[in-house]
DNA sequence: AACGCGGTGGCAGCAACGTGCCATCGCCCG
DNA sequence: CGGGCGATGGCACGTTGCTGCCACCGCGTT
């Protein structure tokens, strides 16, 4: 039974004077989760996100970031992601919540951060056991698998889809056919048949089936 | 700066001397992400395990297991899977590989395994520090969340895709007409066309569409 | 009233898809 | 060898989906 290498620190001060040099050392792998970009946009710890941005520029280090949806709420966020991306990492979003920021470097060192506490401190665990790390990995590595591009959530466009679309893709996804979903709805053939085709156009499917391929992988269906 | 209560035991006997207390002490939530079914099948781990799939029975203790498709391989594991859904506990299948053993008891400890390395004992991580548990609780969430869940993993009969049908559907959803797909595999229009509709048959869609949704939906695609 | 404009619907023609039928081929078994 | 069997491919025909064309309607502007 061993003691493992862990410590905590209270505060973003507190983890830049102590693990400050684990991100700037970071060489192949930057992985991290969270909820927003608030985090990084703190003072005091953008002195340590900013380095590692530059760095992904420089080729060798991989920079993923897995966030929430609520990252993309204000157009500032998304000017900020746009950067970011710019910047040589890979962004995606996941649709459940992610309420600890997560950061995982080289697969060697974590850092994991307690709920946000308003007043207090944030509390910041750092660790390099293996079997922790490489624990928390993989679960963010299937978090991340099953999580959808930034670009193709956002070319997805799931928000834009009016009550009209939304119906339009029910009926496809019932398996009628065009003259029964037309009857359903309301529609002549002619104008169902159009409905479809402006889908497919937003989602830039070629197939009806590719387009439901879409609609399964952004989950913009239920 | 704290060091946490983190610590380290090798081998199955001695996480259940050190630990068993913990599984048995269950009350509210039992959730674990794993690669296989093989740890808990083994003679030293299953007694840590038994209680637990009782008190499942008795209410008030949800476990929730994330596996990876590997667990899906024998019959032997399917049932035992029967059995460990009939007792009570959720099962989900994720599509990326669950190399760490991963436990969450209560949102309050958490053991994370090794890898498993033949001949040696393997090593296990038990740790109650709350920032840590939280974070992978989280990561497990988003990974379970975005999982599929065992009856419709199963329905869907992903794992009995042979290559031959990947393929078709990899043509589908490039886009391709049937004409240029059944080229590109190699096969005559009609027989495409056949696999087509046997693809349809066991996804239980009556339109392509459908079809699509269900590939994307069960994330049976990439 | 006249006009333009966007949305709708009917029609036609074509492309794509779905499927029943049958000939063929390879293969295993009696 | 001969026959059954499953997989394949060609063919034909029916259905479904896609789209260009035009007519119509409602509405607001000039």
Redesign the interface.
Known sequence: ????Q????RGDA?LVA?AGHLFTGARREFVC?ARDLDTWSRPAARYAAGPRTRAADEGGLTVNK?LSPAALVDEAARAHLRRVVAAGARVRI?????????IVIDRRVMI????DVPGGPR???V?T????V??????????W???TDLSAYLAGDVPHLDADSRAVLRA??????DETAARLLGLSLRTYRRRVAELMTTLE???????????????L?G
């Open positions: 039974m061993i003691a493992d862990v410590l905590t620190v507190e102590r989760a897995l996941s649709s459940t919540r992610l309420p600890h920021e997560t994991l951060a307690g709920r509390e910041f665990t660790t056991s293996p079997a922790l490489g624990g928390v990995y993989a679960l963010f590595d299937a978090a698998e099953a999580a496809l996804g019932a398996g009628h056919t499917a070629t197939s009806r089936f590719q387009a439901g391929l879409r609609v399964g992988e952004l989950g269906n």
